[in-house]
């Protein structure tokens, strides 16, 4: 890289359930952003005419979230009418993917301070609704191989031998780690509190964790893609995994990522454009990679592409002291660590994942490069690195290192 | 003349339809024309009041013109020829006045199409008159307006089945679905509704031109019916497996046109059908679904010059799975039988169960309490011979041993009438060997039914050295009684169905000897397009009925001095039967596993006896291997005259064992492919593999001459 990119600050909105019931349902996705916007503007003391580009991820941009909602959050926090800004979606990657943007844009000397991040209301505009030739045009899906990524889950899971039991113990460690660092207030210096217009707080921690989860209690949990499986989506699988006879049903809603809203901001910028302003440096991007891989089983992608980061890097596994991957289910992150040769859980999500705090689509990559950077500096280590598996079968992975 | 134009005193036009030197109304060119020409008429009428569009026949139209689709292989041509056809239906709708189909029967494919373009649709109430659109059976897509058209009126989810299953409906179910909008009681009552109907409109658009038209359940921009239509593809993907693009082509046009104004959407339809119709599956549909079995059941494998044969009574020997199917059959259409066992009981127990399957048929409304009865009362069971002695044609269905078929032939044919013709239900053993028993070979014949015998079409006749034409007349006339759809072949080991479909399960145990991982086997033969991957239907068919037949078969060849090729399979069949004691599905243990509380799988012991190959073939290679050796087979059954025409090879392959219907059959498969390129893939399949891929003599011939399988 010609020049390094840093980041400056991370910091995110708690995440809410993403239904009727959960707290954030009634704020707009753009006053989650202009929360965030307003606060990263107050503790960083920044002058906004000098931030060159809002880049924000959003996974289901229409709607209340629609329209380049990265540019109107701007606009509405009144941030410096010369910032611009980008909605971007690389489906559920796209907050990492907006912060590895950023770093290459300040890498590249084509811009020095860019603000990175994303946000996703699921239970205002769910999931799915933007439609997409992927999933709703019968050729195109039909060519594709497309199935609900649960069905590539459980096609993991049956391929790699994973019993249900393996993923349930997965899933209860995820609590039971999200819910420590949350009563221990590791997740405070990244995360703000949602308030009214009156400053009233309307939500100031993570609420979908359940702490009081036992095996007993997911064992009981229905597998969640049985009967669409059965109706045609496991036969679209088969076609391409000839080999597999029956595809295993394991995933179910307790192991497998919540539906939540949420947004997450990162300031990246150039070491002279900290300077300048007077930011101090908290870490370093090390390197970047993302991968396609074969469509159908979808979410194999945070292996090969933390391989290639690191390759990039000229890092090996061992360089990295934690590892921060989505938890989208949990035969993701198994099959993530029988990728990269990882035996035990001991440096990864070590502060629980997206299966015991939830995944706000869009937002969720900016989240984890903000929830690692912080237990790096806790833990006092260096090194960390995020990845994710993404719709259409890609993979997306980030190191980084503190400074 | 084909369609005849009257305007009456209330400027009401009659258009009927009658074509020249046809049965029933197609859409061909020639009524298209002058359907065309009367629409010119028309749009220059100045005192119009209505159009009612009508049929001389007993069926309104029966469909398309396959010989004019069969032909069409040029996209242009045929994307232009489509086009037209719309075009004229659409001035049709948009004349301004009420158009109405008058439909005094059945009205298929085209025909319904027709219909669809008109403002209402009034259906003659007989129980003969059948709609619908079977375009899928044949690999095409309604493309006369009929996908763009029935799925704005019953919207994506209602018009869904009608499109892509190829069923037909009776004129009740008809109005039901919403594709008739009435019944009328007689022929009379079917034009005068027609006429009251338009008079109080005087003018009349359909749905989708007036304005504010809104596709009914709404359009595929609705979340919820985004959500059916990803459904709906994997339910497409899964049961076509990508053979068949028909299916998912109709959900693709009923999609993006339901996006967008209808003539778009027409014309999104029109190349779509162009896509199908000049491609190779409708092409091999159309040619052995079609043609081939026009030609079959129309006699071309009977002897010619002998009349029609009836058959009064039919005896039934053995009251087993076979024979109380045959039973089932024979008295379903109309034909007295007498179903003879060992025992009186045995007999009854056999009775008992084609009540049964009388039962179901009530049960789904294709049979009366009263026919039933009348059906049931036609079977007299009995342990007694001497009853069988009226019976001018027997069927024995006894236990595939020679000793018990030779005896039981004695002990009937010396009861019946001199030109009383006794058949065997073997699937195995030669004909001519089994007449032997017989004091009149001339009247013995093959009858080789298929399991189960109320679900299968196909019957395989087969000809002895000594069967005499008016048998074979007898005994084709009869399977024609039954509905059924008869081969004739000439006597050989296996015959043809047994022979050919042993190729395929002897290359999947091949390929398990081998070390191939068993689900991967079993699913190129599902992608191949047979109904059951090899190892699956070999647990159906039975392991220890395979071994027994094979040592009847040794032992038969032993006596000519001959000795019997060692197969891979027998190796298997070795294992599996001898050594493990699995025997196949009725057992419960055969390749799979049958767990009473769930569906079967694979043994897992077949790890251990057949480890993992190093080597894992591609689904392609497999594939291959297990339709080469069928069409291989086929051709030499061909070459040695076994079969005697294409079309039966290619039916009863498709009817027989379920053979890639896709594929348009056995030998089709290799037209499909093209004959130097199977050829070249045969020869580089022999030298990989052995000397059963090596292709005849005289394919090679064809091949190099540029000739196909006609």
Same mark, same amino acid.
């Given at each position: 890289m010609p020049m390094d990119a840093y980041i400056y600050d991370t910091l995110r909105t708690p995440r809410g359930r993403g239904k009727k019931d959960g707290s954030l349902h009634e704020v707009k996705p753009i006053e989650l952003l202009a929360g965030l916007l307003r606060e990263l503007g107050r503790r960083t003391d920044l002058d906004t005419s000098q931030v060159d580009d809002l880049i924000l991820g959003c996974v289901t941009p229409l709607g209340d979230q629609g329209g380049n909602i990265a540019r109107t959050a701007a606009l509405y926090a009144e941030w410096d009418v010369s910032v611009p800004g980008v909605q971007i979606n690389r489906f559920c990657s796209s907050g990492l993917e907006a912060a590895n943007m950023a770093a290459a844009k300040v890498a590249s000397g084509w811009d020095d301070l860019v603000v990175a991040g994303g946000v996703e209301s699921m239970s205002r505009v769910p999931m799915g609704t933007d439609g997409g030739p992927m999933a709703y045009d019968p050729r195109v899906a039909g060519q594709v191989g497309f199935v609900p990524q649960g069905i590539g889950a459980d096609l993991i899971a049956t391929l790699e031998g994973f019993a249900r039991e393996d993923l349930d113990h997965f899933a209860l460690d995820s609590q039971q780690r999200a819910s420590s660092a949350r009563d221990s207030g590791w997740f405070n210096r990244s995360v703000i509190p949602v308030c009214d217009p009156n400053g009233l707080p309307i939500l100031e921690q993570d609420e979908y964790i359940r702490p009081g989860t036992t095996m007993e209690a997911l064992a009981g949990l229905k597998p969640a893609f049985?009967?669409?499986?059965?109706?045609?989506?496991?036969?679209?699988? %088969?076609?391409?995994?000839?080999?597999?006879?029956?595809? +295993?049903?394991?995933?179910?809603?307790?192991?497998?990522?919540?539906? @939540?809203?949420?947004?997450?901001?990162?300031?990246?910028?150039?070491?002279?454009?900290?300077?300048?302003?007077?930011?101090?440096?908290?870490?370093? =991007?090390?390197?970047?990679?993302?991968?396609?891989?074969?469509?159908?089983?979808?979410? &194999?992608?945070?292996?090969?592409?933390?391989?290639?980061?690191?390759?990039?890097?000229?890092?090996?596994?061992?360089?990295?002291?934690?590892?921060?991957?989505?938890?989208? =289910?949990?035969?993701?992150?198994?099959?993530?660590?029988?990728?990269?040769g990882l035996e035990s859980t001991d440096q990864v999500n070590v502060n629980g994942g997206a299966i015991a705090l939830g995944h706000p689509l869009g937002a969720t990559g900016a989240m984890l490069l903000g929830t690692v950077l912080d237990e790096l500096e806790r833990r006092d280590l260096n090194t960390a690195l995020i990845a994710l598996c993404i719709g259409g079968g890609m993979g997306i992975a980030t190191i980084i290192e503190r400074v | 003349?084909?369609?005849?134009?009257?305007?009456?005193?209330?400027?009401?036009?009659?258009?009927?339809?009658?074509?020249?030197?046809?049965?029933?109304?197609?859409?061909?060119?020639?009524?298209?024309?002058?359907?065309?020409?009367?629409?010119?008429?028309?749009?220059?009428? $100045?005192?119009?009041?209505?159009?009612?569009?009508?049929?001389?026949?007993?069926?309104?139209?029966?469909?398309?013109?396959?010989?004019?689709?069969?032909?069409?292989?040029?996209?242009?041509? /045929?994307?232009?020829?489509?086009?037209?056809?719309?075009?004229?239906?659409?001035?049709?709708?948009?004349?301004?006045?009420? @158009?109405?189909?008058?439909?005094?029967?059945?009205?298929?494919?085209?025909?319904?199409?027709?219909?669809? /373009?008109?403002?209402?649709?009034?259906?003659?109430?007989?129980? +003969?008159?059948?709609?619908?659109?079977?375009?899928?059976?044949?690999?095409?897509?309604?493309?006369?307006?009929?996908? &763009?058209?029935?799925?704005?009126?019953?919207?994506?989810?209602?018009?869904?089945?009608?499109?892509?299953?190829?069923? $037909?409906?009776d004129a009740s179910s008809a109005l039901e679905a919403g594709i008739v909008d009435e019944l009328a009681p007689d022929k009379e009552a079917l034009m005068t509704q027609a006429r009251d109907w338009i008079k109080p409109h005087h003018e009349s658009r359909q749905p989708w031109d007036q304005k504010g038209f809104r596709l009914p359940g709404g359009g595929p921009d609705k979340p919820a019916v985004a959500q059916m239509v990803s459904m709906a593809t994997a339910m497409i993907l899964k049961s076509t497996r990508r053979n068949y693009p028909a299916p998912m082509a109709i959900l693709s046009t009923m999609v993006d046109g339901a996006l967008v104004d209808f003539d778009t959407a027409s014309r999104i339809e029109s190349r779509a059908f162009t896509e199908l119709v000049t491609g190779k599956v409708a092409k091999n549909m159309i040619r052995a679904f079609w043609f081939q079995m026009n030609e079959i059941n129309k006699g071309r494998s009977r002897p010619k010059d002998v009349p029609p044969q009836q058959v009064h009574t039919v005896g039934i020997l053995g009251?087993?799975?076979?024979?109380?199917?045959?039973?089932?059959?024979?008295?379903?259409?109309?034909?007295?039988?007498?179903?003879?066992?060992?025992?009186?009981?045995?007999?009854?127990?056999?009775?008992?169960?084609?009540?049964?399957?009388?039962?179901?048929? *009530?049960?789904?409304?294709?049979?009366?309490?009263?026919? +039933?009865?009348? *059906?049931?009362?036609?079977?007299?069971?009995?342990?007694?011979?001497?009853?069988?002695?009226?019976?001018?044609?027997?069927?024995?269905?006894?236990?595939?041993?020679?000793?018990?078929?030779?005896?039981?032939?004695?002990?009937?044919?010396?009861?019946?009438?001199?030109?009383? *013709?006794?058949?065997?239900?073997?699937?195995?053993?030669?004909?001519?060997?089994?007449?032997?028993?017989?004091?009149?070979?001339?009247?013995?014949?093959?009858?080789?039914?298929?399991?189960?015998?109320?679900?299968?079409?196909?019957?395989?006749?087969?000809?002895?050295?000594?069967?005499?034409?008016?048998?074979?007349?007898?005994?084709?006339? =009869?399977v024609r009684r039954l509905g059924k759809t008869p081969i004739v072949v000439n006597d050989s080991r296996g015959f043809f169905t047994s022979r050919v479909f042993t190729t395929y399960v002897d290359e999947g145990m091949a390929l398990l000897k081998e070390g191939q991982n068993p689900r991967a086997i079993?699913?190129?033969?599902? %992608?191949?397009?047979?109904?059951?991957?090899?190892?699956?239907?070999?647990?159906?068919?039975?392991?220890?009925?395979?071994?027994?037949?094979?040592?009847?078969?040794?032992?038969?060849?032993?006596?000519?001095?001959?000795?019997?090729?060692?197969?891979?399979?027998?190796?298997?069949?070795?294992?599996?039967?001898?050594?493990?004691?699995?025997?196949?599905?009725?057992?419960?243990?055969?390749?799979?596993?049958y767990p009473e509380d769930g569906?079967?799988?694979?043994?897992?012991?077949?790890?251990?006896?057949?480890?993992?190959?190093? $080597?894992?073939?591609?689904?392609?290679?497999?594939?291959?291997?297990?339709?080469?050796?069928?069409?291989?087979?086929?051709?030499?059954?061909?070459?040695?005259?076994?079969?005697?025409?294409?079309?039966?090879?290619?039916?009863?392959?498709?009817?027989?064992?379920?053979?890639?219907?896709?594929?348009?059959?056995?030998? %089709?498969?290799?037209?499909?492919?093209?004959?130097?390129a199977f050829v070249a893939r045969a020869e580089a399949l022999e030298k990989a593999y052995g000397a059963q891929f090596r292709p005849p003599e005289s394919l090679v011939r064809m091949a190099e001459a540029g000739e196909t399988f006609g």
């Open positions: 049985a009967t669409v499986g059965e109706m045609g989506y496991d036969a679209v699988a %088969q076609l391409k995994y000839p080999q597999v006879e029956r595809i +295993q049903h394991v995933h179910t809603a307790g192991n497998s990522s919540g539906i @939540v809203d949420g947004a997450a901001l990162v300031l990246v910028g150039s070491e002279a454009k900290g300077k300048a302003l007077g930011l101090k440096p908290r870490a370093r =991007f090390v390197s970047g990679a993302l991968v396609g891989m074969e469509p159908t089983i979808m979410l &194999t992608g945070p292996g090969p592409a933390s391989i290639k980061a690191l390759k990039k890097a000229g890092m090996a596994v061992g360089d990295i002291d934690l590892f921060e991957i989505n938890e989208a =289910f949990a035969a993701v992150v198994l099959r993530f660590m029988r990728d990269v | 003349m084909a369609l005849h134009y009257d305007k009456d005193a209330e400027g009401i036009v009659t258009l009927t339809m009658d074509t020249e030197d046809r049965p029933v109304n197609l859409i061909d060119e020639a009524l298209q024309v002058e359907l065309e020409q009367a629409i010119e008429k028309l749009e220059s009428e $100045t005192s119009l009041s209505g159009v009612i569009l009508a049929s001389a026949k007993d069926t309104f139209v029966a469909g398309a013109d396959m010989a004019m689709l069969e032909k069409m292989s040029n996209p242009t041509a /045929a994307f232009a020829a489509v086009e037209g056809t719309k075009a004229t239906l659409r001035r049709l709708e948009t004349l301004g006045c009420p @158009v109405v189909a008058a439909m005094n029967g059945t009205a298929l494919g085209g025909g319904l199409e027709l219909a669809l /373009a008109c403002h209402h649709r009034i259906a003659l109430d007989r129980p +003969q008159a059948r709609f619908g659109f079977p375009e899928v059976t044949f690999g095409l897509l309604p493309g006369g307006g009929g996908v &763009t058209r029935l799925t704005r009126m019953l919207g994506l989810q209602a018009a869904f089945p009608h499109l892509t299953e190829g069923r $037909t409906l009251a087993g799975l076979m024979g109380h199917g045959i039973a089932y059959v024979t008295a379903l259409s109309g034909i007295d039988v007498v179903l003879k066992d060992v025992t009186q009981a045995q007999a009854e127990s056999g009775k008992e169960r084609v009540a049964r399957l009388l039962e179901g048929r *009530v049960r789904k409304g294709r049979l009366t309490e009263d026919d +039933q009865q009348t *059906v049931l009362e036609r079977i007299r069971a009995t342990g007694d011979v001497a009853d069988l002695s009226d019976c001018d044609l027997v069927i024995e269905a006894v236990f595939e041993d020679r000793e018990v078929k030779a005896a039981v032939t004695r002990e009937t044919e010396t009861l019946l009438a001199e030109d009383a *013709v006794f058949a065997s239900n073997t699937s195995t053993l030669p004909i001519t060997s089994l007449a032997a028993a017989a004091a009149r070979p001339e009247n013995f014949i093959g009858l080789h039914f298929f399991s189960p015998v109320h679900r299968m079409k196909l019957v395989e006749i087969i000809v002895g050295e000594q069967t005499t034409p008016t048998t074979l007349a007898k005994a084709f006339d =009869f079993e699913s190129a033969g599902l %992608q191949a397009g047979l109904p059951l991957g090899p190892l699956a239907v070999s647990d159906e068919v039975n392991l220890g009925l395979a071994v027994h037949v094979r040592e009847q078969t040794r032992k038969d060849l032993a006596a000519e001095g001959r000795e019997m090729p060692r197969l891979a399979s027998d190796d298997v069949l070795e294992i599996l039967v001898n050594q493990e004691g699995r025997l196949g599905k009725a057992q419960g243990a055969g390749f799979y596993d569906p079967k799988a694979l043994w897992p012991g077949l790890a251990e006896l057949f480890p993992l190959s190093e $080597t894992q073939l591609s689904q392609t290679e497999m594939m291959d291997r297990l339709t080469f050796r069928q069409a291989l087979e086929a051709v030499r059954c061909l070459d040695e005259g076994v079969v005697t025409s294409v079309a039966d090879a290619n039916i009863g392959s498709v009817l027989g064992w379920g053979f890639a219907p896709f594929k348009g059959g056995v030998i %089709q498969f290799i037209n499909d492919r093209g004959l130097p």
